[in-house]
């Protein structure tokens, strides 16, 4: 009987383990830049943990059968013996920001890369943080680093600020990676659609930013520890879209606070761990 039983389980871990593929789904955030979207979906589309690509898209007028075309061919042709990439286009009636974390039915694989259209990584890069993330699945792993400073008390609220690059730089510690460049559990995407404050979402709808901040601290108040960020190479593609815009550090800031406010505490955990690739140190 024991036997059986433990013959039984392991059978069953085993079905598990296949059918949640232990790849990631590419989620890429697109918006009427059709050529950065070839260029993003051809190279990752090389990168040899991926499993299926989800592509959002948010434009008032739906792909052109030539552009679903194009980019089939571009992952077709990256097919690998005995798999198969899937790519699937999730057409959007709203513009929402919110609409790149709208929760999605038929993920195959446990892990997500979120990924701007205007972003790329070697996917020796990718692959090192899809490692580092299996290790911690609960969390958020990614390349690009944020901080919340300060706790200035003002009407016996606790004021921060958003801190961008050169904070980070600058103090050694950041309490988010940005879901420009980020894997995470698909899980997220349920609880930010479902549970996270509507409030929270109601408001990244109104100013059209922030949702990157909004998945940060869903992912902090439902762990309670810090992301890890793993240092790569970027190669931006585009243009610096919202964050080139004046006022941009200002009205991330009011999202921290806000957000802050909408959870009745500081979800954020600042910390100093970085990961490195050790092939490309000089130094071990």
């Not at 709208?102 to 990584?121: G, H, Q």
Request: charged share 20%; net charge positive.
């Amino acid at each position: 009987m024991f036997f059986y039983s433990f013959s039984l389980n392991l059978i069953l871990i085993l079905v598990n383990l296949i059918v949640n593929r232990k790849g990631y789904t590419l989620v890429v955030n697109t918006w009427k830049r059709n050529d950065l979207l070839k260029q993003s979906i051809s190279h990752y589309a090389s990168c040899p943990g991926l499993d299926s690509i989800h592509i959002i898209w948010s434009e008032p007028n739906r792909p052109s059968d030539f552009l679903i075309d194009f980019l089939q061919h571009i992952v077709q042709s990256k097919d690998r013996v005995g798999k198969k990439i899937e790519l699937k286009f999730d057409i959007n009636k709203e513009t929402s920001m919110n609409n790149r974390f709208k929760e999605i039915k038929d993920l195959k694989t446990d892990a997500i890369f979120s990924i701007d259209d205007d972003v790329i990584f070697p996917c020796t890069s990718v692959e090192l943080a899809f490692n580092v993330w299996q290790s911690a699945p609960k969390t958020m792993v990614g390349f690009v680093p944020r901080i919340h400073l300060g706790e200035e008390k003002k009407q016996n609220l606790s004021q921060h600020t958003y801190g961008g690059w050169l904070s980070v730089w600058w103090m050694g510690t950041y309490s988010m990676v940005l879901s420009k460049a980020a894997f995470f559990h698909k899980k997220y995407l349920g609880l930010y659609t479902n549970q996270m404050p509507a409030s929270i979402r109601d408001y990244v709808s109104k100013i059209r930013n922030c949702e990157d901040i909004a998945m940060s601290f869903l992912v902090a108040n439902e762990t309670g520890a810090p992301p890890i960020w793993v240092k790569g190479k970027i190669l931006e593609i585009g243009s610096t879209g919202i964050s080139g815009l004046g006022g941009h550090n200002k009205r991330r800031s009011e999202c921290v606070n806000k957000f802050a406010i909408e959870y009745g505490h500081m979800p954020l955990v600042p910390t100093f761990m970085k990961v490195v690739d050790g092939r490309d140190s000089w130094i071990w």
